[in-house]
């Protein structure tokens, strides 16, 4: 139900449908290698033609027993005119709703839940996505769903008008979003003729106008075999397809060959410029880009590889605007958007609103001044093994496959779907340098900014923003206690064999061990959880904990920022702070970081002992530097104000703050501007060195790793960690009494939003694993009836919340003014029928089924595993009980979640309302 804003158009969406003959004019597989020269992940790809026109990407892998299936609609708002502008997001709205011969309203998403996950659902410039990951035995029952959900919709005035309040809702929630503000204030002003001018989901005054019989027409016109591609990834037959694609696709006809407006956009010849000021921002938020070619033509590669050269550590934007003295922005990034009328190469930054006009002047002059030939080679080489390695870790699941490899088709042609990443790999400077010659010149940039409403501040003009350090040089990984075994005795161990291939060791200096194995995997996942969290901070150092994860990359004992980045670049480590940077939800500020802090790392299985050496050192020997502390400071001050301006991500903040007062937890995660002020670096470093050590440290691997032999290579490179005593930690259980019944919190909003919710039980309690099971109860109920029942919501669940100490249940809403009280009134209404569990068996068995299926789908992302793994281990649960968590959701009763829901509903509990 996503729509994709322009800048983030590297993925698209089509649809697909079949015939009732097998598989026609199949063209041969690719075959490409891995940076090691083994097969990649595309390696069996090919691509064939159904004869009613479907096309079929289908890439036959069985590391996993699941299917992926990537469908896409090749008709994005690109084909719409200006009185069908947001016609085809309504479309993805109400096909997702559905409602066809054979299937009810809402059956599709409900169905699909059941049978195993949606994946994608967005519809961007060039497509419209829809999909799904399934264990390979519910492939049967998907496909049949998804071709009649897809091309058989049914149409009924009431369900159009219902999911039309749904979409103006979310229309009015991005015109608050400073983000949204922004792409929308570059497209617009980088296009003027072609529909890369709109937004994708168009405005509220155009979909309102739409009728039905409008959007009726339009979608029986263009959801048509001929204009679908299926991308198909995972264990399957491709014999055993061929007859599932005939069968569930193949009575369809196909439609109109093309949807071409045939606007061409006029060449740019002079340098364009928008600002706009919004009461939504603190800071500046800037992009400054130049159109681009179709994604088709030759252009393409060396644009991809000019993004990857642009986020160098060393010789790229970052040197310049976040890491020197005169730190000019808060952030600074490159990308290349591939559409398929011609994309947008753009440099983004965010700043101080008193440094963004010097910060734009400097970034149009960067690039037409931008000499490649003049890099140090090395630079070159190391770009290219990032994009490498980072076309393996994106393509990790079946899923992220099917949807890149359909993505590419419809926006690049088959041609660049084979053959892109060999033609990333066989650039030469010269190449690159030509094509940003031809293009990055001043008459053909494009300037949007977006600053804050009021007066402006006085402009910064010097002094000149100047490279922050000279060229490093890389460090070595070969000395002691990092490749090399440390001086001494190897740490002593216990090892305990698990369930599936787990194993866990603990050594005798406090340190965990858990190794899952996973044979045959081409990625390892690495893991750290320092457990403490919020329990291990004071009221005055509020935050700490999650700065002083933040200040791990910034350099250690050994290696300077500089050195540091250099290194991870040049060995291709993707290390982060947090689980799942790109995730939509924050859960590093709402989830992992109440009660630990911890070290994520993704690579090769070949540069697992270089990942290894580089996390040991970042985690117990960083710097910690008064500058950069300073640095990230003001990164987490603009996360606080950023913070503001999601609703979903305030409230939950400010609910948490009133449910757990008096209580760690009711602490902001990030601090508050007053407490991270006051923190120096002396106290940084001693919050570490109490905090940050092996007792407290669990450590856990994922991927075609022995566990015993990296146990021992472990034991000898670690062996010179301190085994010193753990502070104790606060008392995680509030003191003050749990608060009920209404507040409000007022902030001038035009969107609205709701949570309830109340303290319940933490990690460790057994009643954890039926409570999810529970919600999976909840969460079907309250989506369906609120989103698509009564149009009442863009978004709507219900959650809980799991923590070491007590957890939250809490009920989320983004809720239409129109109608808002009663929209709370019945939501209380619910919450005590929820009191008098009325609970079906069959409820029950769609949860267990629902969370199951899940469960299996996720090992594929063996981060998911390996940080579940650490959380479980250092947070009470254990990791037997992780590793067994599908047999035990299989054996959660009725009668259970009848008696938890009289406990956890039964009671007043807290509502918050932001207005």
């Known amino acids: 139900m996503r729509w994709l804003l322009a800048a983030l158009a590297a993925l698209v969406a089509c649809s697909a449908a079949a015939a009732d003959q097998p598989m026609a004019t199949s063209r041969k597989p690719t075959q490409t290698a891995t940076a090691q020269g083994s097969p990649g992940p595309e390696a069996r790809l090919s691509v064939s033609t159904l004869p009613n026109g479907v096309t079929v990407l289908a890439e036959p892998d069985g590391t996993h027993p699941v299917v992926s299936v990537a469908a896409f609609i090749d008709t994005g708002s690109r084909t719409e005119n200006e009185t069908f502008s947001g016609a085809l997001h309504l479309i993805e709205h109400l096909v997702y709703k559905g409602g066809t011969r054979r299937f009810k309203p809402t059956e599709f998403r409900r169905r699909l839940g059941e049978l195993g996950q949606e994946t994608g659902g967005w519809t961007s410039n060039d497509a419209i996505n829809f999909g799904f990951t399934v264990p390979k035995g519910n492939l049967p029952e998907a496909l049949d769903l998804l071709a009649e959900s897809l091309l058989a919709l049914d149409w009924d005035e009431a369900r159009f008008a219902d999911e039309k309040k749904v979409v103006l809702q979310e229309l009015e929630k991005y015109e608050e979003e400073p983000t949204q503000q922004l792409w929308k204030l570059y497209q617009a002003t980088a296009w003027t003729a072609h529909p890369y001018k709109r937004m994708t989901a168009g405005t509220r005054q155009g979909v309102s106008a739409l009728t039905m019989p409008q959007v009726r027409d339009y979608y029986r016109e263009r959801f048509v075999p001929n204009h679908l591609a299926l991308a198909v990834s995972g264990d399957f037959n491709p014999k055993e397809l061929s007859t599932l694609l005939t069968k569930s696709f193949g009575t369809y006809r196909p439609g109109r060959a093309t949807f071409e407006l045939g606007i061409v956009e006029p060449e740019q010849s002079a340098y364009r410029e928008a600002v706009l000021a919004s009461k939504n921002t603190k800071t500046t938020k800037l992009v400054l880009g130049v159109r681009a070619p179709p994604a088709s033509s030759g252009d393409s590669a060396a644009l991809t590889l000019l993004a990857w050269l642009l986020s ?205 194995r996973l044979p045959g995997a081409p990625l390892v996942s690495v893991a750290t959880r320092v457990l403490g969290g919020q329990a291990a901070e004071t009221f005055r150092t509020a935050g700490i904990n999650r700065l002083t994860a933040q200040l791990l990359l910034h350099g250690t004992r050994a290696w300077d920022r500089d050195r540091f980045e250099r290194l991870l670049d040049s060995l291709a480590l993707r290390l982060s702070w947090q689980h799942n940077p790109s995730s939509r939800i924050d859960t590093s500020t709402q989830v992992d970081y109440r009660d630990g802090a911890g070290l994520h790392l993704r690579a090769e299985r070949a540069g697992l002992e270089a990942g290894l050496a580089v996390v040991k050192e970042a985690l117990f020997h960083p710097a910690l530097e008064a500058s950069e502390l300073e640095k990230v400071r003001q990164d987490t001050l603009a996360a606080i104000a950023n913070l503001a301006e999601d609703n979903l991500e305030y409230i939950k903040q400010q609910f948490y703050s009133r449910l757990f007062a008096g209580c760690p937890y009711g602490r902001p995660v990030l601090g508050t501007p007053d407490t991270l002020r006051k923190l120096d670096a002396e106290a940084v470093r001693a919050f570490h060195r109490a905090h940050f050590v092996c007792g407290r440290t669990v450590l856990s691997v994922v991927g075609d790793v022995e566990p015993r032999t990296l146990a021992e290579w472990v034991a000898t490179r670690w062996s010179d960690l301190p085994s010193a005593p753990t502070r104790p930690l606060m008392q995680l259980e509030p003191a003050l009494p749990e608060p009920a019944g209404r507040q409000l919190l007022e902030r001038g909003r035009n969107q609205w939003t709701i949570n309830f919710g109340a303290r319940t039980f933490g990690a460790g309690d057994p009643r954890r694993l039926p409570a999810q099971v529970l919600m999976g109860i909840l969460r079907v109920r309250h989506f369906f009836k609120y989103v698509y029942e009564r149009g009442a919501s863009y978004r709507s669940w219900f959650e809980h919340w799991g923590q070491r100490g007590s957890g939250a249940w809490i009920v989320e809403n983004d809720v239409a003014r129109a109608g808002f009280d009663a929209t709370v009134k019945e939501i209380e209404r619910d919450i005590a029928l929820y009191s008098t569990a009325p609970f079906t068996p069959e409820e029950l068995e769609k949860s267990k089924t629902r969370l199951t299926n899940g469960l299996v789908l996720a090992r594929q992302y063996g981060m998911n595993d390996a940080w579940g793994l650490a959380m479980a281990e250092s947070d009470g649960p254990g990791y037997e009980r992780f590793a067994r968590r599908v047999e035990d959701v299989r054996a959660v009763d009725l009668e259970t979640v009848r008696r938890l829901a009289q406990t956890m509903f039964g009671r007043a509990y807290l509502e918050l309302i932001m207005k």
Request: glycine fraction near 8%; aromatic fraction near 8%.
């Open 312 to 516: 160098s550590s060393s010789e790229g934007l970052d040197p310049y605007l976040t890491k020197g003295k005169e730190r000019w922005a808060l952030s600074a990034g490159a990308g290349y958007d591939a559409l398929k009328d011609g994309g947008s190469f753009n440099v983004s930054a965010e700043t101080e609103p008193a440094r963004a006009r010097q910060t734009a002047r400097f970034l149009a002059e960067f690039l037409e001044r931008l000499d490649l030939t003049k890099w140090p080679a090395e630079e070159f080489d190391e770009a290219k093994r990032r994009f490498d390695v980072a076309y393996l870790l994106d393509r990790e699941t079946a899923g992220d496959r099917a949807i890149l490899w359909g993505n590419s088709y419809c926006v690049m042609g088959e041609e660049l779907t084979h053959t892109l990443r060999e033609r990333v790999l066989a650039l030469r400077v010269s190449q690159v340098q030509a094509v940003k010659d031809r293009l990055f010149k001043r008459s053909r940039m494009t300037l949007a900014m977006l600053i804050p409403a009021g007066k402006p501040p006085v402009p910064i003009e010097s002094p000149a923003v100047t490279r922050s350090a000279k060229r490093v040089h890389l460090p070595s990984l070969a000395a002691p206690g990092l490749l090399l075994p440390a001086k001494g005795q190897a740490l002593g161990f216990v090892e305990e064999a698990g369930p599936e291939g787990y194993r866990r060791f603990r050594y005798f200096n406090g340190l965990t061990l858990v190794v899952h």
